[in-house]
């Protein structure tokens, strides 16, 4: 049996069934975060199978692959331990500043809170917060600045109960700008730290 496949979650159970040959594959495609989903070809001899949907799957049974229906709730009872031992996928988190302090915005404030829930549900996390300015003020102050803004959610985690050792922050100032603008332009979406949680 050959796998061909783009990039997407697949699990593989070797079964045996009473009265008919045993499955030797059992292949499911499980849904993205947004929904959608990867896609692989179940190869066996001369046929294949394509499954490029959410819950799409195919068995190889007996030297034959074919396609089978399977729902959440069937690839749960099969797979649940599996699913349940997978480690939580890293995201990021971008929360923007009022210009020129270290004050969040009154959006980004209640944003905040899903940063650290996000956290808080991992069993073990490493967050990495790198600050960001505009191109508003000169360079070495906005460097300062930038290291003052995620030293400033650093002190928040940990006043919240994360692990200071756990959280690394660092400065970018101007550089890595979100959005291109010349010197001395005050952008708001470069006002910003970007959170890393892993």
Known sequence: ???RFLPLLFLLLALGACGEPPRQALVVVL????GGSGAVTLVEGE??????KPYAAGEVRGGTVMPVAVNATEV???FGKALAARPILPRQFVLYFVSDSDQLTPESQRQYRDVFEDIKRRPAYE???????????EKTYN???SLKRASAIRDELVHDGLDPHAITVAGRGEFDLAI??????SE????????TVR
């Open 1 to 3: 049996m050959r796998l």
């Open 31 to 34: 849904p993205n975060p947004d």
């Open 76 to 78: 749960q009872q099969i």
């Open 143 to 145: 460097q300062q600045l």
């Open 188 to 195: 708001p979406r470069n006002r910003r730290v970007v959170i």
């Open 127 to 137: 967050v990495a917060v790198v600050g960001h300015t505009d191109t508003l003020g």
């Open 47 to 52: 046929k294949s199978v394509l499954l490029d």
């Open 180 to 185: 291109k603008t010349p010197d001395q332009v």
